[in-house]
């Protein structure tokens, strides 16, 4: 199974054509496999950065901790845009999220998925809670009728995200049905008091809360 890291920053609207040629470039000037990284997308949401970083293995396993041999270059590049979200940053690490519920079924997963970003403001130390409520739902059958294939939750200051991954033909024939199912409403009913949409302002359904990736790499060997 693909181990994921979760980076989420500030980053300037209208910037992510600039921020995706960046990491295009060492994408294909460095070879980021040789430390561990398989894949990686780059998302948007408002004015949200977010970095999902793909590893063949957890690197608290293998020990290779770093995202791209020019990490300093990339980040030079890119430090006009992208800018720390967590009010207590202090060093690069701080822009990790971190996980705090995990499942998956059983099992090989197909071959065939697709990964969503859900975004969202979480309550402060709602974490139990709101691993709870997926808990109690990952145990019923709305996984199976969704195709889910896993599903990561993170946290960071008060940013939530959630990566679902779907069977790829599930993930297309739910996407605008998954809210008529009565399990899916119950689900978004217990995470009232913890989760709200992270612009209120702007949020008429929960395609509202998902990010928009806007680069997307894969190692080729």
């Known amino acids: 199974m693909v181990f994921r890291n979760v980076i989420v920053c500030h980053m300037v609207p209208g910037s992510d054509q600039i921020v995706g040629d960046v990491f295009g470039h060492y994408d294909q000037a460095t070879r980021p496999q040789d430390l561990g990284v398989i894949g990686r997308y780059l998302l948007s949401h408002h004015d949200l950065y977010l970095h999902v970083i793909e590893r063949e293995q957890d690197p608290r396993i293998s020990g290779q901790t770093r995202g791209l041999p020019a990490f300093q270059k990339i980040a030079e590049e890119i430090g006009p845009y992208v800018t720390p979200y967590p009010r207590y940053w202090k060093n690069p690490s701080d822009s ?111 395609q509202d809360s998902v990010a928009t990736v806007f680069y997307r790499w894969q190692a080729q060997d």
């Open 96 to 206: 990790v999220a971190k996980e705090f519920y995990h499942w998956a079924p059983e099992g090989e997963p197909p071959a065939d998925t697709t990964l969503t970003v859900i975004v969202g403001r979480i309550k402060p130390g709602a974490e139990p809670d709101v691993a709870r409520v997926f808990t109690e739902s990952d145990a019923g059958s709305l996984p199976t009728d969704l195709g889910v294939t896993g599903r990561w939750l993170y946290s960071i200051d008060d940013v939530y995200v959630h990566l679902l991954e779907q069977e790829s033909s599930a993930a297309e024939a739910t996407r605008d049905q998954h809210g008529d199912k009565p399990a899916f409403g119950k689900v978004m009913q217990d995470l009232g008091p913890y989760i709200e949409p992270y612009r209120p302002d702007r949020w008429q359904g929960p």
